[in-house]
């Protein structure tokens, strides 16, 4: 099964949200986290409008990465993601129990999974709006050259897990 992972392709995210996926964290949508009477989208500003507009979410900080990129993940890991949704869910979101927000973070998992039908390492960017339907995501791919005559578009390197930059 393949599904998004968060990743930085420079510092910006960390200089635009409050709270900033950290790369490498398995993300989904997070639509959610503008749905319902609690939130109006339209009334955002700073980050949290770009948040709105173009992030996805990463499930171990809740933070927001402007791309994400198609990876492998492993069943343990697939369910991992679902319970911290789950968690999040009930801490968050005043899920009503423990099945209610298993189900619903089961079915945001297997979203995020239904839009890495591409090769590992495309990029994913997202585009969402609010309208008279309520809220839209549009998604994008970007598939990078694997050479051209100024060398890869971008090359992908393991987090390090150093928080003070390179």
């Given amino acids: 099964?393949?599904?998004?992972?968060t990743i930085?392709?420079?510092?910006?995210?960390?200089?635009?949200?409050?709270?900033?996926a950290r790369p490498g964290e398995w993300a989904?949508?997070?639509?959610?986290?503008f749905a319902g009477e609690a939130i109006d989208p339209a009334a955002l500003d700073g980050g949290d409008e770009i948040a709105f507009a173009t992030a996805f979410m990463g499930t171990r900080s809740f933070?927001?990465?402007?791309?994400?990129?198609?990876?492998?993940?492993?069943?343990?890991?697939?369910?991992?993601?679902?319970a911290?949704?789950?968690?999040?869910?009930l801490s968050h979101y005043s899920a009503p129990d423990r099945a209610a927000a298993m189900a619903a973070a089961r079915e945001e998992a297997e979203f995020a999974a239904s839009l890495c039908d591409h090769p590992v390492n495309t990029l994913l960017g997202l585009e969402r709006s609010l309208g008279d339907d309520g809220i839209t995501e549009q998604f994008r791919t970007i598939?990078?050259?694997?050479?051209?005559?100024?060398?890869?578009?971008?090359?992908?390197?393991e987090d390090d897990g150093n928080t003070n930059g390179p």
């Fill in 1 to 5: 099964m393949k599904f998004p992972q």
């Fill in 143 to 157: 598939v990078g050259q694997d050479e051209s005559a100024h060398g890869p578009a971008w090359e992908l390197v």
């Fill in 84 to 89: 911290a949704l789950a968690d999040h869910f």
């Fill in 8 to 20: 930085q392709l420079d510092a910006s995210d960390q200089y635009i949200f409050d709270n900033a």
């Fill in 28 to 33: 989904v949508s997070g639509a959610f986290a």
């Fill in 63 to 82: 933070g927001w990465s402007t791309f994400v990129v198609v990876k492998d993940i492993s069943p343990e890991a697939f369910d991992a993601v679902v």
